[in-house]
């Protein structure tokens, strides 16, 4: 019994763990400041505006819309771990330098 019971608490112990963020759903902020919210095929981008894009769990993929700053960009997005977005963004077909965004830390 005592066995059973020594083999079971490992087991628990690993079962109670808290889940990882396996998806790119979420807070992500930038270095500078901005921010973005991911929700499904909903992205809110840092001016405020909410766009539509292409959703897989790992992968998120807009177009700035035509009234904002971003207009005509193709932005894509991808998740490199739980807690890293690295984003890619190309204006008139011209690859930019990637940036890496962080999911954001709660407001305490």
């Known amino acids: 019994m005592v066995v059973r ?3 079971l608490l490992p087991a628990f112990l690993v079962l109670a763990a808290p ?24 992205v809110t981008i840092p001016s405020g505006v909410h766009v539509r894009g292409e959703y897989s769990r790992h992968v998120f993929r807009y177009v700035g819309p035509a009234d904002g700053p971003e207009s005509g960009h193709d932005i894509r997005m991808f998740l490199n771990g739980d807690n890293i ?13 990637e940036e890496e965004w962080r999911r954001c830390k709660p407001i305490v």
Do not use: H, K, M, Y
Not at 21 to 42: H, P
Not at 85 to 97: A, K, N, S, T, Y
């Open 5 to 7: 019971a020594l083999f």
């Open 19 to 42: 889940a990882r963020a396996d998806v790119v759903d979420g807070n992500w902020c930038s270095g500078d400041g901005r921010s973005i919210n991911i929700d499904g095929t909903l």
């Open 85 to 97: 977005l690295r984003i890619r963004r190309f204006i008139d077909g011209v690859e930019q330098p």
